[in-house]
């Protein structure tokens, strides 16, 4: 089964400073990679998505995430963050063709004006 | 050890018939929430419930209920009025609305 490793859950940084988010996973075979986003009182949401085609993929907000297959990665990352990126982040991967999704434990991002 | 069990791991629902999937938690978690997900798609929110006999529509409600009688417990029951169920249904739980979200392990839900 995949797993998905996330570092640094606690992550404090300033506005306007670069963010970047580190994913791993493990398997062998074709994924689909996800990044989600629990902003403070609301549900999950869809950051961004990879599931084929050019490896840098750009979502809402200004982020994007790049997947390296030889190194298992799909990390995060923002240019300049914002306050109201304040927010948890969870990657997410799925084996191409089966639903389930194994996600990471979350980078708690807290963003200081 | 404290988390969220879902229950059945795989289920099979024939043509016409109501089936209920089981979400317990043991977290003393306030908030529930039922997300799908589909190939080709990332989670879907279909309920959620911030207390107990309280709960929410979310953005895919239609052909879904669910009762929230207890704290520890969330059933999401697929009604014969949802026409695409197959999908593979995660439950979640929170502290709070604010709180990071805990996962089950899913339900995979197919049509025969």
């Known amino acids: 089964a995949q797993s998905v490793s996330q570092h640094n859950h606690h992550v404090i940084l300033s506005e306007a400073a670069s963010l970047e988010l580190g994913c791993n996973y493990s398997?062998?075979?074709?994924?689909?990679l996800f990044w989600y986003v629990q902003y403070p009182g609301q549900h999950l949401q869809l950051l961004l998505k990879?599931?084929?085609?050019?490896?840098l993929v750009k979502g809402i907000k200004g982020f994007e995430a790049e997947f390296i297959k030889s190194k298992f990665s799909f990390n995060l990352r923002k240019p300049s963050v914002q306050w109201s990126d304040t927010a948890e982040y969870f990657c997410?991967?799925?084996?191409?063709?089966?639903?389930?999704?194994?996600f990471g434990k979350g980078n708690q991002v807290v963003v200081i004006p | 050890d404290g988390g969220i069990t879902q229950s059945p791991k795989y289920l099979f629902r024939k043509e016409g018939q109501n089936v209920t999937l089981s979400c317990e938690q043991n977290?003393?978690?306030?908030?529930m929430y039922w997300y799908r997900q589909d190939p080709g798609q990332g989670l879907r929110l279909i309920y959620y419930?911030?207390?107990?006999?309280?709960?929410q529509k979310g953005d895919i409600a239609e052909g879904y209920s669910v009762s929230r009688e207890k704290k520890e417990s969330f059933p999401l029951t697929v009604t014969s009025a949802q026409k695409n169920p197959t999908a593979f249904y995660l439950c979640a739980s929170s502290l709070d609305r604010d709180e990071k979200l805990f996962f089950g392990s899913g339900t995979q839900l197919s049509v025969l």
């Open positions: 977290l003393n978690h306030d908030a």
């Open positions: 997410a991967v799925t084996a191409y063709g089966n639903n389930r999704l194994a």
């Open positions: 419930s911030q207390i107990v006999n309280d709960f």
């Open positions: 990879y599931f084929s085609g050019d490896p």
């Open positions: 398997y062998g075979g074709t994924v689909n």
